[in-house]
C-alpha cells in the first residue's frame, strides 16, 4: 500500500516538473498588513497575491513559475529590517517589493544597497530614491508632483495668494516643504503657514488667522479625519476660499466625514478612484478598469489606490525578470532601463538618474467632488 | 486683540469637552484615590456608540441614550471586574490596573469598528449662528449648553443627595467614612459608572464636531487629565475652570501665537501654575485640614 502511495507521489512531483518544467523565480514582499497602517499594507498584499496566481496560471513568466513570499512588518523599522534580511539570508528571494510605508522603506533601503537585492518600495516619500541608490526604486508617487499639478491648476486661474494648513506629521510636513519650494517656480504667494496635530478636534483658530489674510486659496495637507475637521469649520466660518485637499484624502471615506462641506472642493488624486470618467484615449484606462473589475470579483471590493502601488511594483518586477532571468544585477539594470509602462499610477519611464520614472502628466488628476463622489475636474 | 471673540468661542467649545472629562477624573479620584487612566476610552466609547448606532438609522434619542448607557456599563464593568478583585491593593497598583484597561477598550474598539474615523452627523441644523461678528455653530451652542446642565446635575448630586455627600465624605477621609457606614463597594461602583457617563457625554455631544475613532481617547484623556490637575482635583467647580481655561488658552495661543506650538503653550502655562501653586487653582479644603 505504501509503495501506492510514494509511486502516486513520484508520478504528482513528475506532473508537476513536466508542467513547470523550468526553476521558479522567488521573490519576496514585506508590507504592513496588520497594525496602524494596515489601510495600506493589506490592498497591497491582496494585489500582490492575485497578480502571482494570475500570472502562473497564465504560465509563468518566460515558462518560469513565480513565487511570492509575503510577511508583515506591522509598519515597523524593525521588524521591516528582520524580514528583509530572512528574504535575503533564509528565502534567498531575486527581489523585493515594498515595504508600504516611507519609514520602513528609509530603514531597509542601505541593506537592499549592500547586499545587491533590488527593491520596489510602494511608500510615496522622495528620499527613498533622491539621491538615486542603484538597487532601491520606488512606484508611489511622490509628494512633489502632487504639489505641481496643484500649482499648475492655480497659475492657470490666475490664483496667487496662497494658505497653508498642514498637518504636523511626516505626511504633512513633506507636503508642506515642496509647497514652500516650488511656490515662487509658478508665481505663487505663501501668506499664511499654519499647522495642525493629528489629532486635533477643532482648526478654526488657524482658519481665522487665515482669512485675515486675504489669501484666495487654502491648501490643506493631511489624513483623515484632520482635513474632514477643516473642510467643516471652514464652512461653519463661512469663508468663501476654494479648499485644496491633498491625495491623502483621496477616498470615500473623506467624503462621508466632512458631508456636504466636501462639496467643490478639489485634490489631486491617482487616476484609479476616477478610471471610469477617464476619455478612452487615455493610455492606462483599459488596465484600471480590468484591475478594479479582478479585485472586486476576487475580494468582493474597490481596490483603493495602494493596492497600486504594489500591482506597479509587481508590472515592473515581471517586465524586469522576462528581460534579466534570475540574476539580481541584471535585474536591477533592467529596472533602471525601463521605459513606457503603463502601470495604475502612471507610466514608468525609468533612468540612472530616475528611480521612480513618474511624471504630473499621468500620475496625478485633479478631482472634484460633486455631489458626494469623486469626479475629474474639467478645466 | 482682532478676532478674539471667535478664538474665545472656539476655546469654549473645546474647553466644556475638557471640563466634562476633568469632572470625570475628579469623581473617581474623590471616591477611590484613583487616577483613572482609562477615563479618555469612555469618551471613545459614547463617540463610537454614536456613530455607530445613527450610522445603522437609529432614531438621535435613542441614539444618544443608548451610548450613554453604553459608556455607564463600561464604567461600572470597569470598576466590577478590574478595580474590585484588586481592592486591597495599593492607589498606584489600581492607576496601573486602569492604563490596562484603557489599552485593552482601545483595542476592542480598533477590532470592532476598524481604524478608520467614522462619520457623525450634526444633531442641528448646520447653520452657523452669528453674535457680535463672530460665528458659533449650533452643534457647538449645544456643547456648551448640555456641559452646562450636566456640571449643574453633577453639582447638585454632590450637594443635595445623601450618596453625593457620602463621596464627598469619602474624599475627606475614606476610613472615617466607613466607620460612619457607607458602603464604599457600591460607592466605588456608582463612582465609575458616573464618571463613566459624564466622559461618555462628553464624547456624545463632541462627535458631530470631530468625528468617532478608536483612538481619539488617548488624547482628549490627557487634555481633560491636565485640567483636572489644573483646577485642583478635588471639587466640580475645579474641573470646570480647568476645563474651560486648558480650551481658552488653546484657541488663544493657536490664534495670536502659533498653531504649530499650540498644545506646547498651553501645557507651559499648565506647568507654571503648577510650579506656582502645585494644589491646583482650586484646591479643596481638604488640604488644608489634613
Given at each position: 500500500m505504501r509503495r501506492i502511495w510514494f509511486f502516486l507521489l513520484g508520478l504528482l512531483l513528475g506532473l508537476n516538473t513536466l508542467v513547470w518544467a523550468k526553476e521558479p523565480y522567488r521573490i519576496g514582499a514585506i508590507f504592513s498588513v496588520t497594525g496602524p497602517t494596515s489601510f495600506i499594507g493589506d490592498p497591497e498584499k491582496k494585489t500582490l497575491e492575485m497578480l502571482v496566481e494570475e500570472i502562473n496560471r497564465a504560465g509563468g513568466i518566460n515558462g518560469h513559475p513565480v513565487e511570492a513570499i509575503i510577511y508583515d512588518t506591522q509598519g515597523e523599522e524593525t521588524l521591516a529590517v528582520q524580514k528583509f534580511m530572512r528574504l535575503v539570508m533564509?528565502?534567498?528571494?531575486?527581489a523585493i517589493i515594498g515595504p508600504s510605508r516611507t519609514g520602513t522603506s528609509l530603514a531597509v533601503a542601505p541593506l537592499a544597497e549592500r547586499y545587491r537585492v533590488p527593491l520596489i518600495s510602494?511608500?510615496?516619500?522622495?528620499?527613498?530614491v533622491e539621491p538615486v541608490k542603484p538597487y532601491v526604486f520606488k512606484v508611489a508617487q511622490s509628494d512633489r508632483l502632487a504639489v505641481k499639478k496643484i500649482y499648475q491648476y492655480l497659475k492657470a486661474k490666475g490664483l496667487t495668494k496662497v494658505a497653508l494648513l498642514t498637518v504636523s506629521n511626516g505626511f504633512g510636513q513633506s507636503g508642506r516643504e515642496e509647497l514652500k519650494r516650488l511656490a515662487p517656480r509658478y508665481g505663487i504667494e505663501i501668506v499664511a503657514d499654519e499647522l495642525f496635530g493629528p489629532k486635533d478636534t477643532d482648526m478654526k483658530p488657524q482658519l481665522i488667522r487665515i482669512r485675515r489674510t486675504g489669501a484666495q486659496v487654502v491648501i490643506c495637507w493631511g489624513t483623515n479625519p484632520g482635513p474632514a475637521i477643516v473642510a467643516r469649520n471652514m464652512r461653519e466660518l463661512g469663508m468663501p476660499q476654494k479648499l485644496i485637499m491633498s491625495h491623502g484624502v483621496a477616498s470615500k471615506r473623506f467624503i462621508e466625514l466632512a458631508g456636504?462641506?466636501?462639496?467643490g472642493i478639489i485634490l489631486p488624486a491617482g487616476k484609479l478612484i476616477v478610471a471610469h470618467e477617464l476619455p478612452d484615449n487615455d493610455p492606462q484606462k483599459p488596465l484600471l478598469l480590468s484591475y478594479i473589475e479582478r479585485y472586486k470579483a476576487r475580494y468582493g471590493k474597490e481596490p483603493s489606490s495602494f493596492g497600486g502601488h504594489a500591482y506597479d511594483a509587481f508590472l515592473l518586477l515581471k517586465e524586469a525578470l522576462a528581460r534579466a532571468g534570475a540574476d539580481r544585477a541584471k535585474i536591477r539594470e533592467a529596472l533602471e532601463n525601463i521605459k513606457g509602462l503603463k502601470g495604475i499610477h502612471g507610466v514608468f519611464n525609468m533612468s540612472p538618474q530616475d528611480h521612480?520614472?513618474?511624471?504630473?502628466r499621468e500620475a496625478f488628476v485633479l478631482v472634484e467632488i460633486r455631489g458626494g463622489n469623486f469626479h475629474l475636474l474639467k478645466d | 486683540m482682532e478676532n478674539f471673540l471667535e478664538f474665545f468661542f472656539s476655546g469654549l467649545v473645546n474647553g466644556a469637552i475638557y471640563a466634562l472629562i476633568a469632572l470625570g477624573f475628579m469623581i473617581i479620584y474623590s471616591a477611590t484615590g484613583v487616577i483613572n487612566f482609562a477615563q479618555g476610552e469612555f469618551v471613545m466609547l459614547g463617540a463610537m456608540f454614536t456613530a455607530w448606532l445613527s450610522g445603522r438609522g437609529w432614531p438621535l434619542p435613542l441614539v444618544v441614550g443608548a451610548a450613554l448607557v453604553g459608556a455607564t456599563l463600561a464604567g461600572i464593568l470597569t470598576e466590577r471586574l478590574t478595580i474590585r478583585p484588586a481592592r486591597t491593593a495599593s492607589p498606584l497598583i489600581l492607576i496601573i490596573i486602569t492604563i490596562g484597561v484603557s489599552i485593552l477598550i482601545k483595542g476592542l474598539a480598533m477590532f470592532t469598528w476598524g481604524k478608520d474615523p467614522l462619520p457623525v452627523n450634526p444633531f442641528l441644523p448646520s447653520e452657523p449662528v452669528h453674535f457680535l461678528g463672530a460665528t458659533l455653530s449650533p452643534q457647538g451652542l449645544l456643547v456648551l449648553v448640555v456641559s452646562a446642565l450636566a456640571f449643574l446635575a453633577t453639582e447638585s448630586f454632590f450637594r443635595f443627595t445623601l450618596w453625593g455627600k457620602a463621596m464627598r465624605a469619602c474624599a475627606y477621609n475614606r476610613f472615617g467614612a466607613r466607620v460612619l457606614g457607607i458602603n464604599l463597594s457600591r460607592l466605588t461602583c456608582l463612582a465609575f459608572g458616573l464618571s463613566a457617563a459624564l466622559s461618555g457625554l462628553a464624547g456624545i455631544i463632541i462627535s458631530p464636531l470631530t468625528f468617532a475613532s478608536y483612538d481619539m481617547g488617548t488624547m482628549l484623556g490627557l487634555k481633560g487629565f491636565s485640567a483636572a490637575v489644573f483646577g485642583g482635583l478635588g471639587s466640580a467647580t475645579g474641573a470646570l475652570v480647568g476645563g474651560f481655561s486648558l480650551g481658552i488658552l488653546e484657541a488663544l495661543a493657536s490664534g495670536y501665537i502659533s498653531s504649530a506650538y499650540k498644545d506646547a503653550v498651553a501645557f507651559l502655562l499648565l506647568l507654571i501654575v503648577l510650579f506656582l501653586k502645585p494644589e491646583g487653582l482650586f484646591s479643596p479644603e481638604k488640604v488644608e485640614k489634613l
Open positions: 533564509q528565502d534567498r528571494v531575486l510602494c511608500a510615496a516619500g522622495i528620499k527613498i456636504k462641506a466636501a462639496e521612480n520614472g513618474l511624471s504630473e | -
